[in-house]
């Protein structure tokens, strides 16, 4: 059964920090592109960082480079978000998803919040 688990979200104020973690199991890791989405309330879900099989790749939306950064732990089937500076408008539910332009498998999402 395939998984992908997301979790680090909750609340922090702007110019915070959270780390996001994606789990997986269920299918070949290190065949596969990930990627972290976002949806805000009332928008569309929106592509935020994605990185390669290698990790030797990575791309990031333009709201978002040089705060956030993507990687990943092959040993442990693992996909990480690093966020950094975040802001109001960082807030939304944030999804892991298996894939680097058409997305095989999804995560049920984390909730970040950013507010004073």
């Not at 780390?19 to 009332?42: D, E, K």
């Not at 099989?53 to 333009?62: I, L, M, R």
Request: charged fraction near 15%.
């Amino acid at each position: 059964q395939v998984q992908l688990v997301e979790s680090g979200g909750g609340l922090v104020q702007p110019g915070g920090s959270l780390r996001l973690s994606c789990a997986t199991s269920g299918f070949t890791f290190n065949r596969y592109a990930v990627s972290w989405h976002r949806q805000a309330p009332g928008k569309e879900r929106e592509l935020v960082a994605r990185i390669s099989t290698t990790g030797s790749n990575t791309n990031y939306a333009q709201s978002v480079k040089g705060r956030f950064t993507i990687s990943r732990d092959s040993a442990k089937n693992t996909a990480y978000l690093q966020m950094n500076s975040l802001k109001p408008e960082d807030t939304a539910v944030y999804f892991c998803a298996a894939g680097w332009s058409t997305f095989d498998y999804w995560g049920q999402g984390t909730q970040v919040t950013v507010s004073s």
